[in-house]
């Protein structure tokens, strides 16, 4: 693999006034709802979040297909349709900028109305590594043709751990294998950002590739490594 030119940052987090705090709300889509690109309703909520927060926004509805799309300060989305083959929607974030955030509850098709629960659950993160890396043409290749930067991180072990990939300019992919060889492979519903995990506590030296949905794809990345409480 050609160098990566990157930045690696490691903080331990502590509380902060900006962090999210835990909420549920019931909420209803309907006729009377703002519409979304596409044509279905959406109500939306803000929360506030601290840099490197790691917070958890969960859709639910025995009614409808659910659709839910997290939004940060500066406008980059993290969108979930069905979370683990299920109907619930759920988006992990590990917050690159602190700031007012916003989720919008929706539905996958148009004209879709019901009753559902929204919350916003944060987590305490006891140690994240940040990376601020590239793809491009020097870097090493897959065999169906994807570059790709391969990262090693060492984890204590002392609680679970969340990879966040935001990807700039590519469609980005994941593979992260944990100290004992188990492999999760992660691909977003958008092209921005994308997670894995939480995986369960392993101690010792995990791997995480970077690379892309498709072949030939360049440019810049957010790798953050997550160790939670």
């Given at each position: 693999?050609?160098p990566?030119?990157?930045?690696?940052?490691?903080?331990?987090l502590?509380?902060a006034?900006?962090n999210?705090?835990p909420?549920?709300?019931?909420?209803?889509?309907?006729p009377?709802?703002p519409?979304?690109?596409?044509g279905?309703?959406?109500?939306?909520?803000?929360?506030e979040?601290?840099q490197?927060?790691?917070?958890?926004?969960?859709?639910?509805s025995?009614?409808?297909?659910t659709?839910?799309?997290?939004?940060?300060?500066?406008?980059?989305?993290?969108?979930?349709?069905?979370?683990?083959?299920?109907?619930?929607?759920q988006?992990?974030?590990?917050?690159?900028?602190?700031g007012?955030?916003?989720?919008?509850?929706?539905?996958?098709?148009?004209?879709?109305?019901?009753d559902?629960?929204?919350?916003?659950?944060p987590?305490?993160?006891?140690?994240?590594?940040?990376?601020?890396?590239?793809?491009?043409?020097?870097?090493?290749?897959?065999?169906k043709g994807?570059?790709?930067?391969?990262?090693?991180?060492?984890?204590?072990?002392?609680?679970g751990?969340?990879?966040?990939?935001?990807?700039?300019?590519?469609?980005?992919?994941?593979?992260?294998?944990?100290?004992?060889?188990?492999?999760?492979?992660?691909h977003?519903a958008?092209a921005?950002?994308?997670?894995?995990?939480?995986?369960?506590?392993?101690?010792g030296?995990?791997?995480?590739?970077?690379?892309?949905e498709?072949?030939?794809?360049v440019?810049a990345?957010d790798?953050?490594?997550?160790?939670?409480?």
């Open positions: 693999m050609a990566i030119r990157a930045l690696v940052l490691v903080c331990a502590a509380a006034a900006a999210a705090q909420a549920r709300y019931d909420g209803s889509l309907s009377n709802d519409v979304r690109s596409g279905a309703w959406y109500d939306a909520y803000t929360f979040v601290a490197d927060q790691v917070v958890t926004v969960r859709m639910e025995t009614t409808f297909d659709y839910l799309i997290v939004r940060s300060p500066s406008g980059t989305e993290s969108i979930s349709d069905d979370f683990e083959g299920t109907m619930i929607s988006v992990e974030i590990v917050a690159p900028e602190q007012r955030w916003v989720a919008w509850a929706s539905s996958y098709s148009a004209g879709t109305d019901g559902y629960t929204l919350s916003v659950r987590h305490e993160a006891a140690r994240v590594q940040a990376v601020e890396g590239r793809l491009d043409r020097q870097d090493a290749r897959s065999l994807e570059y790709f930067d391969t990262l090693y991180f060492e984890s204590r072990g002392e609680g751990v969340l990879v966040h990939l935001t990807s700039l300019g590519f469609d980005g992919y994941l593979v992260v294998t944990a100290p004992d060889g188990t492999v999760v492979r992660e977003g958008n921005e950002t994308m997670y894995a995990g939480p995986l369960p506590a392993a101690r030296r995990w791997r995480v590739d970077v690379t892309s498709a072949e030939g794809m440019g990345y790798l953050r490594f997550v160790e939670m409480r």
